[in-house]
């Protein structure tokens, strides 16, 4: 018996011991500063210090590559200088004299980390690393970053060198949108020349579904990571600065997200409502959304909707022209308006002739015939 007892106890404590998590909890992660974002709808599933200021390494050579993209043709080429290969940390080693396109350049910068390609190109797209980090500066200022201030294309610490959680996804979800840029982070080794760079992203090989998109490390920076990953047309960007356990985080914040939110169809296709015709060849005449829009939600979310439409309509109307509007509402907050439109053109009748009484009438009565459904 107390043999038996003692196996209870050791299994009550050993029970205890157990990490407790809460169903649909956000994952616990060990970074300074987080963010989860969803650029499509710009909203924010996850946020930890998203807008401290703070040193950003390599993951600096995001905005690297969205100027370089910008301003410059992938097949132009780009002498190198021999102080474009003096540069410390990572390279994708570079040989002076020697001419490489830019687009080889960009894969050396994102899959390498080149700190080489960095200057290489900066040097090229602006004529200086000082004229290079004012167009990094003016992008920063038209993307509307709040935290950002950048003096170098590479991501070495500086004074004047730092961002945000929150800016580096706002600067990621613009490069996301360039084919190019989506192509070369989401590839995971290229060759140029006699030499094969790997992408030092392991998210691309350890997690389904991600398709970028670059690290960062510095001893002052710590550990820096910014990743998006797709599943079911849902596109999501992660980052972590200063966080000594990235992959994990990133991984468990990814499968919390895709397992707690999902898209639903905020209207339902087709017509939506009739209204009565006043003086019309029809009495009636449907409506429409504009569009059907795909709402990210989470999955217990109530959606409602706020409907303003006219009780009737005089004629003529015309198909295509907008009749009123809807507002989508997930748990009481606005997410979406959509525009009504009329489903077909209702000529005037000219046969009918009514007095302003008579026509008050009309209309009281086609509204309380047909009033409309939503």
């Known amino acids: 018996m107390k043999k038996f007892i003692a196996a209870l106890v050791c299994l009550f404590l050993a029970m205890a011991c157990l990490p407790r998590t809460n169903a649909g909890a956000v994952p616990d992660n060990s970074a300074y500063a987080a963010i989860l974002f969803h650029p499509d709808s710009e909203t924010v599933l996850f946020e930890q210090n998203d807008d401290a200021r703070c040193l950003i390494a390599s993951t600096t050579k995001i905005m690297t590559a969205l100027v370089v993209l910008e301003n410059c043709s992938l097949d132009e080429k780009v002498t190198v200088e021999p102080e474009h290969t003096l540069v410390e940390g990572s390279s994708m080693y570079l040989k002076p004299g020697e001419d490489y396109t830019v687009e080889d350049l960009l894969y050396g910068l994102m899959l390498a980390s080149g700190n080489d390609a960095a200057l290489a190109l900066a040097c090229h797209a602006a004529g200086s690393v000082e004229g290079f980090a004012r167009l990094m500066n003016q992008k920063a200022e038209e993307l509307g970053l709040q935290n950002s201030s950048f003096e170098n294309p590479h991501g070495l610490d500086g004074e004047k060198h730092y961002s945000s959680a929150r800016d580096l996804a706002i600067i990621t979800a613009a490069a996301m949108e360039n084919e190019t840029f989506r192509k070369i982070v989401s590839t995971r080794s290229h060759t140029v020349g006699d030499i094969t760079y790997y992408n030092n992203n392991k998210l691309l090989r350890d997690y389904g579904g991600c398709v970028g998109v670059k690290t960062g490390y510095t001893m002052k ?11 079911g047309g849902m596109l999501l960007i992660c980052v972590t600065l200063n966080d000594p356990d990235d992959w ?22 087709g017509e ?103």
């Open 221 to 231: 920076a710590g550990r820096s990571l910014v990743s998006a990953a797709e599943r």
């Open 248 to 269: 994990r985080d990133h991984m468990a914040l990814y499968d919390w997200a895709f397992s707690e939110y999902t898209y639903k169809n905020a209207l339902p296709y």
């Open 272 to 374: 939506f409502a009739r209204l009565p015709v006043i003086s019309g060849l029809k009495d009636s005449v449907g409506v429409e959304p504009w569009q059907v829009p795909a709402i990210l939600v989470k999955n217990d979310s109530e959606i409602t909707l706020s409907v303003e439409l006219p009780r009737f309509v005089y004629a003529e109307v015309s198909e295509g022209e907008k009749a009123g509007c809807v507002t989508v509402n997930v748990d009481g907050k606005p997410a979406a308006i959509v525009d009504l439109r009329f489903t077909e053109s209702v000529e005037k009748d000219e046969a009918i002739r009514l007095t302003p009484w008579e026509r008050f009438k009309r209309a009281w009565y086609m509204a309380n015939k047909y009033g409309y459904s939503y």
